[in-house]
């Protein structure tokens, strides 16, 4: 199926299901592959806006889980006691104020869904992705739990070896998957991280 084609049968899955972004459906093929997302579950969602992975990981952890989303822009409101939504630049979040203001001692699972602003210029967008990495990866160390399960969208450039290897060295065991879902054009990849080594 061409780019074009893909993009255009998943958007339209996504509006006949109820759900407001495409995205959904890479969360949802790896959830069903890999069960990261369990019931009860308390889960930090970075780059939630406008709120699939928020729609889709809220039915899966139940009235006792919770899921906090952070993005930049406004989230519209999803009306559910278990999603809870913060406006801010994770690169500056307070993640320990978002926790104690929500009685988060950790999270089980954090997924990162952040794409930076791509220009086309290899060295700006390396840059950029790098930088946002950095960001993304303070937040998981000082906030998930050992044995805690990290999910972040990644992108097949020069940054993605020296990323993947930073990983391995915070979790146990770090694996590469391309959902069918992704247009197979676009430099995303998802790294799966499980067994977070140490606590927050
Ligand atoms: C691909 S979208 C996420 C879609 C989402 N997973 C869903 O299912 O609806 C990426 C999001 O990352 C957000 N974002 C980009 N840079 C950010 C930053 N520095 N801090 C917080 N959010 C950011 C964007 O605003 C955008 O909403």
Known sequence: MKKNE????????????????????????????YRLIKSG???????????????????????KGLVIGIDILPTPPLNKENIKTIQTDIKTADIKKIMETNSVESFDLVTCDIAPNL???????????YELYEAVKGIVQGSLKKGGIFLLKSFFTDTFKPINTDLKTIFKKVT???????RTSSPEVYLICQGKIQGP
Not at 119 to 129: F, H, P, S, V
Not at 176 to 182: D, F, L, M, T, V
Request: aromatic residues 10%.
């Open 119 to 129: 220009t086309g210029i290899r060295e700006t967008d390396d840059k950029n992705i």
């Open 41 to 63: 579950d308390t889960v930090l969602d970075l780059g939630c806006s406008p709120g699939s992975f928020l729609q889709y990981i809220s039915d899966i952890i139940g009235e």
């Open 176 to 182: 590469i998957y391309k959902p069918e879902a992704s």
């Open 6 to 33: 893909l993009r255009d049968t998943f958007f339209k899955k996504a509006k006949k299901d109820g759900y407001r972004a495409r995205s959904i459906y890479k969360l949802k093929e790896i959830q069903e592959k």
